[in-house]
């Protein structure tokens, strides 16, 4: 009988969510789900703000643009909402 002391194949996890490089990765392989009332830290300022809150642009209606110069007028509108709610970044 032989006695084997490094384990055979990748048994250092056994599901899809794993914590590795000593702790300082963590893997999400299935689903992650925040729930209501949760925060989230670290993320880029572009996608949260410092209370962990996703930044979500007012709503744009649809263009009924007729002409070149009224969907101008639509899409400047677009990128304005998507400045004002902080998704894209200011004019210099």
């Not at 729930?35 to 209606?61: F, M």
């Not at 649809?62 to 969907?71: F, G, P, R, T, Y």
């Amino acid at each position: 009988m032989e006695i084997v002391d490094t384990p055979v194949g990748d048994v250092t996890r056994n599901c899809k969510n794993y914590a590795t490089d000593g702790g300082d990765r963590l893997v999400i392989g299935g689903t992650l789900e925040i729930q209501e009332g949760a925060s989230v830290t670290g993320l880029p300022s572009a996608a949260a703000d410092s209370s962990g809150v996703v930044r979500i642009a007012a709503n744009q209606a649809a263009s009924v643009a007729a002409d070149i110069a009224a969907l101008t007028v639509d899409f400047n509108t677009l990128l304005a909402a998507l400045k004002a709610a902080g998704i894209m970044a200011a004019d210099a």
